[in-house]
């Protein structure tokens, strides 16, 4: 189970850093919606972020997409050998 974490926390840090170094504000929404409500947010209060606040959030993203995709990918992972384990044990017909 650490390969599969391992590998997915770095699977999601490579994609975010694809999506920053892309600067498509459609992409971002669609692969980190946390991380860009934020960002609408702190727009909407009327903060003006300063461009070192801009890179050090952008910084942040990065492990953020990495814990995500751990957690969901893990979860998945569970998820799917539960079923295969749950149809093994059935008996036979």
């Known amino acids: 189970m650490k390969k599969w974490a ?3 926390a770095v699977a999601g840090a490579l994609w975010m850093i ?4 892309s600067r498509s504000l459609s992409l971002a ?3 980190n919606y946390p991380g860009v ?3 609408t947010w702190v727009q909407y209060r009327g903060i003006a972020p300063s ?3 801009v890179w050090a959030f952008n910084v942040w993203l990065v492990p953020i997409s990495a814990i995500e995709w751990t957690v969901v990918g893990l979860g ?3 998820v799917v050998l539960a ?3 749950s149809q093994e044990s059935r008996p036979r017909r």
């Open 51 to 53: 461009s070192m606040m």
């Open 37 to 39: 409500f934020t960002s």
């Open 6 to 8: 391992v590998g997915l």
């Open 76 to 78: 998945l992972r569970a």
């Open 83 to 85: 079923a295969i384990c």
């Open 18 to 21: 694809v999506v920053l170094a």
């Open 29 to 31: 929404k669609i692969s």
